[in-house]
């Protein structure tokens, strides 16, 4: 391809996020001749950004990460015009017609919510759209231009998995956040390798000696100093930083003798096959209360620092799997999280993956290609790229055509979506939440049945009306006014913010098994049939969603997905083969 240098120079380019992968694209980009660029992101440096996002240094850290990245790039080029901004891409300002300023939108994300707003407005605003993602040694770059190829959301993308360190340390708001915790965190820097890094180190911990134990301390002595750093005076140091808390809810702290331990353990442990049979909480399914996840945390910390270290964490290891369940739970009172059975944590038990700067650089080599491609206007040459080590041919790279747009697909194609639910015990708090908000990524719904407004969301609504509408949130669809919302009820769901319209059909089911589907609702394409096929779809291009380019804890199951991903691509060998014979 022969490079225009003076279209590349005056290219309009939105980068959003200066991540793992926001640092590489921002240099490649400028390296590239790029002279256009603006960028966004929301999070501050953290120490545990600086081994990969080589844009920053020490001493960065709680420094914008979109204004520092400026700064840096701006070193090296500097005849780059870099606009900056520390903000969510999700905010009101940045509409379809902020998007329509851009030749090419390029996307280095951590989370499918932002994807998918993202991916929504780019349609409104009918700007091609460069995707990516990676996950330890594994990436992807997508290309999305309305009506010409599939966006974003024409797959399924698997519920995702993955979760960045400075949510698990420092803004959990899932029990899983919690358990992860619990498990690759505090179990590790307790009892694992002592000459570990962790990232639990952070200079108020190494400074108070919060993590060691001190010499002739009694193991219980050092459990409820422990007790008292962790749920206590680490959460009332973040309750300093204000900028945290802007949009989310203060954690509280807890104390020793809020929970019932001062005093509670003055003679020797009461000798127990583990910690919780010692305190008489036999019952795996039973959920403890925060006075006696305190003191199992004491009991199980003070059996397991007596043990050898390293102690490898091991979910059938009763002491190990008591002491992440107690933790789990004592941050959950911390973060006012629902609290988990010792039954339910073990269910709840991952690997980590690890973030790495090459696939990273790789995959934002990638898109800087793509979008060289596209302000070409190439856009015919555009593919997908898959960063994937091939199990025949040993390549890396696995090129694949665009996919055509998904006529089942709500948020190009406008088709419609189905919710399955109880309408008698279904809210319609649940139904903004859980599904929209939570299921469908909307982002400010408001939802019309019938000629009634049944939610709206906003800034501009007055008292009465959000009064109103948290009111109904209460009630059950089938009691909603206007006769109830039932089986085949068509609700329109709009989102301004988005610019994303569709309908939702709903139809009731009345018996709901907890065990298959705990969520009480399933969301599907009108037709069944249909569905499953899309959901076959989305493991061949599974990569394109649920990974993040930073720091994340990988379930296994994800990597179960690959595995089918790399199968179909022996398929796609033999197929060209049988090509090329023919
Ligand atoms: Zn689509």
Known sequence: MEIDRARVARARV???????IGCELLKTLALHGFENITTMDLDTIDVSNLNRQFLFRKRHVGMSKAEVARESVMKFQPRAT?????ANVKEARFDKEYFKSFDVVLNGLDNLEARRHVNRLCLAAEVPLVESGTTGYK??????ERRTCACFECTEKPTPKSYPICTLRDTPDKPIHCVVYAKELLFS???GDVNT???????EAIEAGAFRRNEGETGTDFAERVFAYVFGSKIEGLLLKD??????AKPTPLTTSGVGLDGAFTETLPDAKSARRAHGLLDTHAVWNTSECAKVFVSATARLIERERPVTFDKDDDDAMEFVTAVSNLRSANYGIPAQSLFDAK??????????ATTNAIVSGLIVIEALKIIHNQMDKTRYTFVLEHPSNGRFLQ????EDPNPKCSVCSNARVELVCNTNKFTKGDLIKKVLKGRLSVHAPSVMFGSSQIHETGDDLDEDEVEHYEALDKRTLSALPGGGVVNGTILAVDDFSQEFTFELMVTHREEWDEENDPDGFIIRGEDVKASEAVAEEATETEAAGAKDDDEVLLMDDEIEITDVKRAREDDDDAKASKKQRA
């Open 14 to 20: 939105l980068a959003v996020g200066a991540g793992g």
């Open 82 to 86: 870099i606009d900056a901004t520390r």
């Open 139 to 144: 990436g992807q770059v997508t290309v999305h």
């Open 189 to 191: 820097k307790l009892f």
């Open 197 to 203: 890094e962790s990232d639990l180190d952070e200079q």
């Open 243 to 248: 900028d945290m808390w802007k949009s989310r």
């Open 347 to 356: 269910g709840m038990a991952g690997n980590i993956v690890h973030a790495v």
């Open 399 to 402: 090129p694949l055509s665009k």
